[in-house]
């Protein structure tokens, strides 16, 4: 059965679904391109901004606000772990996010996860490592949580009115908009987020090292932050190479970096070191790849083995030494080329009343004594009112103790219950609040033992009442109020540095001279980019050199093992690298695939390799257009050991040929239309820059191109002078019959 065809405009007309209707759905509209960015890029980008990737100035994001708000509502702070599935499950209320995104937010909160250095998560079970890639913590249904005891930092004072509450995205129940912590905990745990055209990555520092410069930034506002303040700290522990202008700089930009360095201890009994603290910013598992790819490239020869022995106790890599190998040195040597030694990059990016700042550590610890100022100012507010309140209440219930008889009385001959109100208020002088607080005593209470004791906290709330008007009316006594608070939170939970400071560090490492052994080696390189290195003693023992089919091999190279390579790719780069760098091997196997060892693009490939013993003599690369180039080969020399060089010749037009000379000789130059050029390269001027495009070599018809290149050898041609231009470009001469150069034509 044929279907019928619905044309543009029915199409347009058909509903979605009940009830559901989308502006524009189904039609396509022109669109300038900056309204779309206003209308639905912009408000994308904001919120992800203000409301998931950068903390406020309590120290936190709204999914870690509202996983802990939601753990305190549960009671987690008083009782015993429950599952954390339960708790996710809650959570949900107020994230609805899924429960994935709500359980690794928990994960990251955790003791056991090893990711903060004030956790504030309980954890029981598996909740995986920070520090490994393969510890994956368990599922949810099998892990327990509460909330940990510095969660009384963040929610004593959260019933008193000391900040705003909102509605939940559905509007079923209220949750705070930042939580009352009683110290910095912005500055005291790592918190990363990457949000749309900005990031967050904000450093931990000790929690005591902390508060303390908060008092003193508070006493004296010209306080230098960095005698307080040592370095940052981290919950992985390790080495912080101490640098007072980079952390100065911290301090006051809130951007810089962290260098962090590993920990290791030596066992001379096993010859083996063990690395038990590493920097935040990698893992085990990066760490041990790392030093087997150096060991894979040869550039590592001192190690036997290298095992990861992480467990539950704690993080633990071993990498077995050979005998006579300095661990000192070596661990030096490691530092300088894997991430046992790396950066932590600060961007101290946070919400502050609305607006992303960075800022540095001086001004956060200001902003957020402004922050708590207000906090301190609200309690008191709250508990002023509050005691206002009591007050009020017990002055009426003293004029009741003048004649409780008369009390009585009017309550028993009230007729109506609506009138008895009234009638106290008329009876005693007093207003509707105390005489609804009177009506509601019950009649036991009625009586003068129970209201004088009622009323003795008269006296003790009137001179509290005034203390804390006295608090409202003097910022000075705020003040002393935090510091106290400061004072008391590092005795609860200071437990020491975790980080040690290396103040004195050579970061200078010696490079070791590792003697290359010089035997002569014979290279056998094909068009496919394989790569074998046979002893030249053992090329008489060999077979016929194994191939892929398909593929061709090239001229083989005679040098030296201690030769180095110089791989130019299709890409118009060059990787450098020793003859030593690979293995020998027999002429049975395939041989190394070179793009895949130097790590070269998927889609790149060599293209001509040069066998040098130094960085003489030239490079000629000779293009299709018929230009021809002669770089010197002290272009490609570097001061530092780099491995690759990008623009190693021109890219303006394709690649005919490249080769190396030692010294200036003649080189014919073939192209597609059978016409041969014989060219002496010390006529041509040598270049320094690697891209130089050279000069005009060959002349050539629109059709033609340069196909071939070759260094000339004595008799090619019958008569060589017709091939020699006086004068370039010149178009060269068809060979002859007696020629011995093979003719190409297309």
């Given at each position: 059965?044929?279907?019928r ?57 709204p ?133 749309a ?71 001379k ?13 990698t ?17 590592i ?57 960075v ?11 402004d ?35 008369k ?15 009234p ?5 005693f ?21 129970y ?63 590792v ?10 390189i ?46 118009c ?24 060892k ?38 490609y ?10 623009n ?99």
């Amino acid at each position: 059965m044929a279907k019928r065809k619905i044309n543009k405009d029915e199409a347009k007309n058909q509903p979605l679904a009940d009830n559901v209707h989308i502006k524009g759905a189904g039609s396509v509209q022109d669109e300038v391109i900056t309204n779309t960015l206003t209308d639905n890029f912009m408000p994308y980008a904001m919120s992800i901004i203000l409301s998931r990737a950068i903390p406020q100035i309590d120290g936190f994001k709204p999914s870690h606000r509202k996983l802990l708000y939601t753990m305190y509502n549960m009671g987690l702070l008083q009782s015993g772990t429950i599952k954390s599935a339960n708790i996710v499950g809650r959570t949900m209320q107020l994230n609805p996010h899924g429960d994935a995104a709500i359980y690794e937010t928990m994960i990251r909160l955790s003791r056991g996860n090893e990711t903060l250095l004030y956790p504030y998560v309980e954890s029981k079970g598996n909740f995986g490592k920070a520090y490994s890639k393969n510890m994956v913590y368990a599922a949810s249904r099998y892990t327990e949580a509460k909330l940990a005891p510095i969660c009384h930092e963040l929610f004593d004072d959260i019933k008193s009115d000391t900040v705003d509450f909102v509605d939940n995205y559905d509007n079923t129940m209220k949750e705070p908009t930042l939580l009352p912590v009683t110290f910095p905990s912005i500055l005291c745990n790592v918190t990363t987020g990457i949000a749309a055209g900005m990031a967050s990555s904000i450093a931990s520092f000790n929690l005591k090292e902390i508060c303390d410069t908060t008092i003193a930034l508070m006493k004296n506002p010209d306080h230098e932050v960095s005698d307080t303040l040592l370095a940052p700290d981290f919950v992985g522990g390790g080495y912080i190479l101490y640098d007072k202008e980079e952390f100065d700089k911290i301090y006051r930009t809130g951007r810089g970096s962290v260098k962090v360095r590993a920990k290791y201890s030596y066992d001379k009994k096993y010859n083996c070191i063990d690395i038990t603290q590493i920097p935040p910013t990698t893992t085990s598992e990066a760490i041990i790849d790392k030093i087997v790819e150096l060991v894979k490239t040869n550039k590592i020869k001192e190690i036997s083995d290298v095992r990861d022995e992480t467990d539950l106790s704690g993080l633990k890599i071993t990498i077995d030494l050979k005998r006579g190998v300095d661990p000192d040195k070596f661990m030096a040597k490691l530092y300088k080329s894997t991430p046992l030694q790396d950066s932590f990059s600060c961007n101290f990016n946070v919400l502050i009343k609305g607006r992303p700042m960075v800022l540095g550590v001086r001004d956060i610890l200001l902003e957020w004594v402004d922050f708590r100022l207000e906090c301190i100012r609200r309690r008191v507010t709250f508990n002023l009112n509050k005691k206002k309140n009591q007050l009020h209440l017990l002055k009426g219930l003293s004029k009741i103790l003048l004649d409780i008889d008369k009390a009585i009385k009017i309550v028993r001959e009230t007729e109506s219950e609506s009138e008895v109100v009234p009638n106290l208020m008329i009876g005693f002088g007093i207003d509707e609040i105390q005489a609804e607080y009177v009506a509601e005593i019950k009649l036991r209470h009625l009586n003068r033992e129970y209201i004088l004791k009622r009323i003795k906290d008269i006296e003790q709330l009137e001179n509290e009442i005034v203390e804390l008007e006295a608090i409202l009316s003097s910022k000075n006594k705020m003040k002393k109020i935090i510091i106290k608070e400061l004072e008391e939170v590092t005795k609860k939970y200071d437990n020491g540095r975790k980080s040690e400071i290396l103040y004195s560090v050579d970061e200078s490492v010696e490079e070791e001279t590792v003697e290359i052994p010089d035997y002569p080696v014979t290279l056998f390189i094909t068009e496919h980019g394989y790569f074998k290195k046979i002893k030249t003693a053992n090329l008489r023992m060999s077979g016929e050199q194994k191939i892929k089919e398909g593929d061709t091999l090239l001229p083989e190279i005679e040098c030296s093992n201690k030769d180095e390579l110089l791989f130019f790719t299709n890409q118009c780069q060059v990787y450098k690298a020793k003859v030593d760098d690979f293995a020998d091997t027999k002429a049975s196997v395939l041989g190394e695939y070179v793009p895949g060892k130097l790590e070269m693009a998927e889609d790149e490939q060599v293209v001509y390799t040069a066998v040098i013993s130094d960085y003489t003599g030239y490079m000629i690369f000779v293009f299709e257009n018929g230009k021809l180039a002669k770089v010197d080969m002290a272009s490609y020399a570097t001061k530092t050991n780099r491995k690759k060089l990008i623009n190693a010749y021109s890219n303006k037009s394709p690649l005919a040929q490249a080769i190396y000379i030692k010294e200036d000789t003649e080189l014919v130059i073939c192209s597609s239309s059978g016409r041969m050029l014989l060219v002496n390269t010390g006529a041509i001027l040598p270049k320094t820059t690697k891209d130089t495009q050279g000069i005009s070599a060959m002349k050539l018809k629109k059709t033609h191109k340069v196909v071939s290149l070759h260094i000339y050898q004595e008799g090619e041609f019958e008569k060589a002078w017709r091939f020699r231009a006086k004068n370039l470009p010149a178009a060269g001469a068809l060979p002859s019959e007696n020629d011995v150069a093979e003719q190409i034509t297309f």
